[in-house]
């Protein structure tokens, strides 16, 4: 069900209401936004994160996402349901802090060897701890961030809006992204 | 009689009444033989060019919470993008000099506490006092003999040691004054130093405090003491001390034990005072819990009297005390809560001014009338009520009800919890179905901040209700924590060295810290339980140690219970408050003098150096959040250990984070072999935050794994490393090749397995017949291998300078 | 020598083989579970343990006589064994290669308790035969079927640690009789005749001994050198188990070490260990004395289980275990004693040991062996107790007996130790000490007595070396403590005005004013 201009669509609201920066904020975009962005990226990766192992519906997606042809580096244990499908990441120890500061390097090759990542796409993280690591690359970087989270990340380049309040929008949303790549 | 006065020897023909005062008559034994080492006292530039070589592998990883500086009228100044300030200043330079602002707080606290104790011991027991650690402990002062070169045998020696921090504190804080460090490392190499600074002022409070109020000596067997919400008896008057300094709590207890009456008494702590207490008091003492349990322990109505002191401590406690007609005693100048001073008053003013309500509370920084005061009101307080009031959120459901009904969900709280707790969907779950079970569920993760309710439009006790909600399950939260025992021996050392070389040790975790949890508190037992059962030696201290005496099984044991509390395999070794926590540097210091007799005299650059190289251990905060932390990490970090953090860690800013695949970072010069040697990534990080358990599990088990380990030692931790990696991860971690030096590295079960695998994937050549590697690992195995990355010390045991 | 036989399976018994790894076994394998106990109330069966016969045994054939990853279970297996009850067990293993020999059986057989115990569920006790198994019942509800699955995940291992086992079959028998037979006619005979090799074997007896630098990760230039007279100091490694592990690696850290020639064989000094330790230690040192507590002695890394120190006052060398938290007779615990020594440096004075090397018939021969002990803790003392000669075990104090040094030279002079007279080496009837001389009168009566017609109150004489508690003023009776410069002239000290007739001569002092600071008129401080 795709999110039509008319529906009602929800604020971008801070996950955390005192996390505040001079900075742009993120754009709050909606599935075709990210679909046009995955298409343009020459090397696109998703990073899954640790709540994972709490959301079955995550875990479905991001195999999605894979069977598609992005690539999955796997953080905070969410390699363990997603290789259970079938998905193999190309990175499962490394925790998010220090894949960032590979990220941070341009002269990393990436997990697989041909060059940096330019375009992130984050899903199931803790908040706080993904805000972070968007705060780190959105200053010290140029990589294009996507945060494909329930709650809105404002240091992200583009993020969902705030879908705290409707869990069913979030997934429908995120299904119509893997379905439309 | 006439005598010149010159410099010089001269002769005196007489001397009429002259008094001669000689100051220390000491036995020449007695004075410290060891060689001066090249850093006694160092300063900032002393050990810089050490922090540089860490920094240097360890690249700074910053992730700011603000873009923004206002420290100065020049401001606010945008800094997003690494732009520059008004003063000339970027980003990461601005947060270099927050980490370091905030590593000098914690030093100060520490400091400040160390200060305070040792002038207050010196004067009640003198000078001379010995420091006497028990017959096991031969090297009584790691730390301050490593960093400032004394060898501290009495009270009085220790004020040496004092004195030097303090000085360092006035250097590196006056450097983060605005258009002074330009470049981020030197601010690294600042917090760095006046973290090292932190472990000494923490040494000197902890040993000051053991030998003057006779705490237990480096014991494995200390008593256990009941831990948790709710281990008082409520028909008992309640005193209830909160924050880090025992000189406070320790006078009440003496008071009462003089008066014969400390059985008509519960008397509690919460956080490090409550430690301390019960390392003074055998046991006796009770901890309430962690600083997360301040507000349960108000709000349900339990004190009868509160005292405060320093550090961590709410600052709105006597606002919450005054809610529930609690009186408060503050004692700390650090927190005076804009109370009237009754310092001169007589006992009696003070107790019927607090017990009439004439006054919410008093500031009395004079130990032995705190002594006094407290059971008196206590006493008073609690004949008022007569135990009624406590343990009761509300004064009965209909008042919990209302509170709920009056949610409209409109998520303010969740936006403002540091959890992003899912309040609205606990009250909303109650609402419909009156059932209190999501409710009761937020709980188990919540730290009663309070910040929920400041946000919430219908101001509604949101802490109250969580509370409330949970309160059966609450209440049952409690257990038996072992008291604190100080210094590890240097005979548990010196028996750990041939297991952990045999490979029966995999290395030693160390879990100390705050509790922000990232989840239920219960997930620490269970990481730390992973590493009991597979024979790792676990130390706690401080608000983990109290979180774990707090978590019982299905047979109603915590983790004290079922594990001895020896510095040895499977132990688990509380060392005490946060300021024990210097014990757990000093373990690590001590292996290079036990073992490989390193001098420690003024010699941090090489210990650290030993450390980094050979000791494999890791510090663990799964819930940080004090700027105490924050400087015991990075002291631990310039040590040579790193630290893994939970994700509220990464808030801390700054990271050390290696990058494994810059090969030209990873080596060492080996001394045995006179050459330089590119080495495997271990550590490849000194500072790193992980989001869950499972992830924290693997990255504890990959950190322990050292340069200098033999073919067994690194045989376990590989094993382990593995094991935990298929289990939490689903599959062999992604760098587990490089740690491979030879097949006798290789876990024995997966001997065949992986040999398969490190040819068909990545490329090795493995010699069939005799099941050997003959290319492909970064590095041969060598037993006599002697790494070091320091320059000076290369020289020092080549007799050379190093190879380029 | 015990003959190495195949076992014979008698007629009739119930018999099982199998041979080959499975493709995965009923259980997990982990060295994490090293430390798992099993209750009774957990225990599906028990067996050997204090109530049935049991034994393990490995060893040495003809590869040709072993059939590699075989097993063989004679008598019931798990599946018909009751619950909760104990039976008996014995553990057979066959092992051969080209560089297996009967030496290697016992260090190999020791390695059957550790990877047994990787074994989920599965708890294995002591060993030789006082083995005590038990299984849990968890292990069982996780479908561990047969005996000859933990057979087989055991050899698995044994293959994987030790490659030089080229091959190896196992032999557990469950029945009683079979299990009694063996363990009388096959096993208890070979047991005792490895004891007795170990007792017989000398170090002139082998062509090399084995080093061990696994310490040096931690201590960089220790070099253990273990021989058949000297087992390592940590207490993990006989002569035997270095042989082992010099065979599974010749290049790590255990390694053979040629002796050489015998410069030295009292003391035990060879050509080649000389080299070898010259070589590992980084030129550390070039010379040990394997049996030698003042020259040359052997270093150590800082885990030796007990310190050896030199009481000069009584010309004898005491013995400290680590565990021990009282101060020795010399005033020091065991921790500041072994802050001396360690790291891998020669130290002569203390000497880190094992607790094996007090059976070893060479202990410190050098020095006079047993004959120069003169203090042990009791504990200590009871463990050793049998391998002490007769005539001194009544001659050598513990804590109870002394605690000083005062105490000690009274107990030693009461029991007629040979320190007092002088020590005769037993090894070749040398004497080599002279014994204790007269001791020299202190001098200090006769300034006492001094002092004595001069002061008024005459304070006793006390040893040179004890500390003034108290700042000196002219008003109190004072100690002086003994200044040796002989610099100045004679110094009168008036006394102060109020207090009669305390004069306080200082006689060939130096004094050093580290700051004067000359006051107005007020006092007169040594000025007109």
Known sequence: ?181 | MAFELREGIFAIDEMRNVSIKIGKVIEEAEEWAEEMGPTPKPGIIELRKWDMKLLERYEPFYAPVQDFCNLCTMGPCDLSQNKKGACGIDLKTAKARLVTIACCIGAASHGGHARHLLDHLIEELGEDYPIDLGGNVNVEAPIIRTVVGIRPRTLGDLREAMEWAERELMRVLHATHIGNEESYLDYESKAMHISMVDHVVMEIADIAQIVAYNMPKAEPNVPLTDTGFGIVDKNKPVIVVVGHNVLYSKPILDYLEEMGRLDDFEIAGLCCTAHDMTRVSGGRAKIFGPISYQLRVIRSGIPDVMISDEQCIRADLLQACKAMGIPLIATSDAAARGLPDASDWPVEKIVNALVSGELPGVFLPVPEKVGQVAPLVAEAIFKKHGGNRKYRFFANDEELWNEINKCTQCMSCVFTCPHNLRIDQGMAHAQKTKDLSKLAKLEEQCIACGKCEQACPKNIKIINVIMASNFDRLYNKKGKMRVGRGPIQDTEIRNVGQPIVMGQIPGVIAAVGCVNYPDEAKSLREILEEFVKRRYIVVTSGCHAMTLGMITDEEGQTLYEKTPGDFDAGGLANVGSCVANSHIAGAAIKIANIFAMRPLRGNYAEIADYVLNRVGAVGFSWGPYSHKAAAIATGFNRLGVPVVVGPHGAKYRRAYLGKYFKKEKWWVYDIKTRSKVPIEPAPDALLVAVETKEEAIVQLARLCIRPNDTSLGRQIKLTHYLELSQKYLGKLPDDWHLFVRSEADLPLKMKDELLHILESEYGWKIDWDKKKILEGPIRKYDAGFNPTIVEEVYEKYAGEKPPQ | MAERKRVEVPEGVKKKEVSGVPESFPFEISPMFEGERVRKGDMYVELGGPSQPGFELVIALPKDQVEDMKVTLIGPDLDEMEEGKAYPYAMIYYVAGDQVDNDLEPVIERRNHDFQNYIEGYMHLNQRYDIWIRISKGAIKKGLKSLTEIALATMFLFKNELPFIEKIEAVYITDKELVEKLLNEMAMPIYEERDARVEQLHDEDVEEFYSCTLCQSFAPTNVCVISPDRPSLCGAITWFDGRAAARVDPEGPNRAVPKGECIDPIGGEYTGVNEFAKEESGGEYDRIKLHSFFEYPHTSCGCFEVIGFYMPEVDGIGWVHRGYPDPAPNGLTFSTMAGQTGGGKQVVGFLGIGIAYFRSKKFIQADGGWYRVVWMPKELKERVLKYIPEDMRDKIATEEDAKTIEELKEFLKKVNHPVVTGVVRPVDGKKITEGWKEEEEEKVEEVVEEKAEEAAPAEAAQPAAQPVQQPMMPMQPVQMPAIPQIQMPQIQLPAAGQQPGIKLIIKDAKIIIDKVIIRGKEEKKGGK
């Open chain 1, 1 to 181: 069900m795709a999110v039509k201009k008319e529906d009602k669509f929800p604020v971008a609201r801070r996950y955390q209401i005192a996390d505040v920066q001079v900075s742009r904020e993120a754009t709050a975009v909606k599935p075709q936004v990210v679909v046009n962005l995955i298409k343009k990226a020459k090397h696109p990766v998703l990073i899954t994160g640790g709540q994972l192992l709490k959301d079955e519906k995550l875990v479905e997606i991001a195999v999605k996402f894979y069977e598609k042809g992005i690539p999955i580096i796997a953080t905070g244990g969410s390699s363990k349901p997603l290789i259970e499908k079938g998905v193999k990441p190309q990175s499962v120890v490394f925790t998010l802090h220090q894949v960032t500061q590979f990220l941070l390097d341009e002269e990393w090759k990436g997990f697989d060897g041909k060059g940096n990542y330019d375009l992130v796409l984050f899903m199931g993280f803790l908040p706080y701890y993904l805000s972070r690591m968007l705060s780190a690359l959105k200053h010290f970087s140029k990589i294009t961030t996507v945060a494909l989270e329930e709650f809105y990340q404002p240091h992200a380049k583009f993020s969902f809006t705030n879908l705290t309040a409707n869990k069913d929008m979030y997934y429908s949303m995120l299904e119509e992204i893997v379905n439309n790549l």
